[in-house]
């Protein structure tokens, strides 16, 4: 066991998303148990902590040093430059090309308030997933070429989860992000619809 505690504490943010929260605890569990330095995490230990700390927060860029180049969907994702550069924290290992666009992170690079420290080698992959019994009667079903052209195949995957589902999915999704357009818009993705999924 190494013990750094002369070391100053390490400040992690703490994650808003499930895999950032991985990153950040990962990271808190190698640092402090490998290494003996002390970790703590902004704004507190909990997975709560930032989302209690930013939601429906309205006048964040008027009150805080951001007002200079606040971004449109302010307080979330600039919230995590905004800090940062205000020393509230010292960390983070996980943060997507998106929210740094969107949180005008390259502002504070440009600043030299905030250092980008390069990539952590981490990667999410996301894939397309069909049952077994779908790609051995239509293997050409799981294409994505003929996802995007075929519009009867299309027809038949967005029936599978709106008119053949327990629940439809395009539905729900307006249920859930009807109010909040312009937070889901911040992600780059389009709105589905009927025939858009």
């Given at each position: 066991?190494?013990?750094?505690?002369h070391?100053?504490?390490?400040?992690?943010?703490?994650?808003?998303?499930p895999?950032?929260?991985?990153?950040?605890?990962?990271?808190?569990?190698?640092?402090?148990e490998?290494?003996?330095?002390?970790?703590?995490?902004y704004?507190?230990?909990?997975?709560?902590?930032?989302?209690?700390r930013?939601?429906?927060?309205?006048?964040?860029?008027?009150?805080?040093?951001?007002?200079?180049?606040?971004?449109?969907?302010?307080?979330?994702?600039?919230f995590?430059?905004?800090d940062?550069?205000?020393?509230?924290?010292?960390?983070?290992?996980?943060i997507?090309?998106?929210?740094?666009?969107?949180?005008?992170?390259?502002?504070?690079?440009?600043?030299?308030?905030?250092?980008?420290?390069?990539?952590?080698?981490?990667?999410?992959?996301?894939?397309?997933?069909v049952?077994k019994?779908?790609?051995?009667?239509?293997?050409?079903?799981?294409?994505?070429?003929?996802?995007?052209?075929?519009?009867?195949?299309?027809?038949?995957?967005?029936d599978?989860?709106?008119?053949?589902?327990?629940?439809?999915?395009?539905?729900?999704?307006?249920?859930?992000?009807?109010?909040?357009?312009?937070?889901?818009?911040?992600?780059?993705?389009?709105?589905?619809?009927?025939?858009?999924?």
């Amino acid at each position: 066991n190494k013990n750094m505690t002369h070391l100053p504490t390490i400040r992690l943010i703490q994650g808003y998303y499930p895999s950032q929260f991985a990153m950040q605890y990962a990271a808190f569990v190698y640092l402090k148990e490998k290494m003996g330095i002390d970790v703590t995490f902004y704004p507190d230990n909990d997975p709560n902590a930032l989302f209690d700390r930013y939601s429906g927060y309205i006048d964040w860029c008027e009150e805080t040093n951001a007002s200079d180049h606040c971004s449109d969907f302010a307080p979330y994702p600039q919230f995590y430059f905004e800090d940062i550069a205000d020393d509230e924290y010292d960390l983070l290992f996980e943060i997507w090309d998106v929210m740094i666009r969107t949180g005008n992170g390259f502002d504070y690079f440009e600043d030299d308030t905030v250092i980008a420290g390069g990539i952590s080698g981490v990667y999410g992959e996301g894939g397309w997933f069909v049952p077994k019994y779908v790609y051995d009667d239509h293997p050409e079903w799981i294409l994505p070429q003929q996802l995007k052209y075929n519009e009867t195949l299309r027809q038949i995957f967005i029936d599978a989860y709106t008119i053949h589902s327990d629940t439809n999915w395009v539905d729900e999704w307006w249920n859930i992000w009807q109010n909040d357009l312009n937070e889901y818009s911040q992600y780059g993705f389009g709105f589905p619809n009927g025939s858009i999924p």
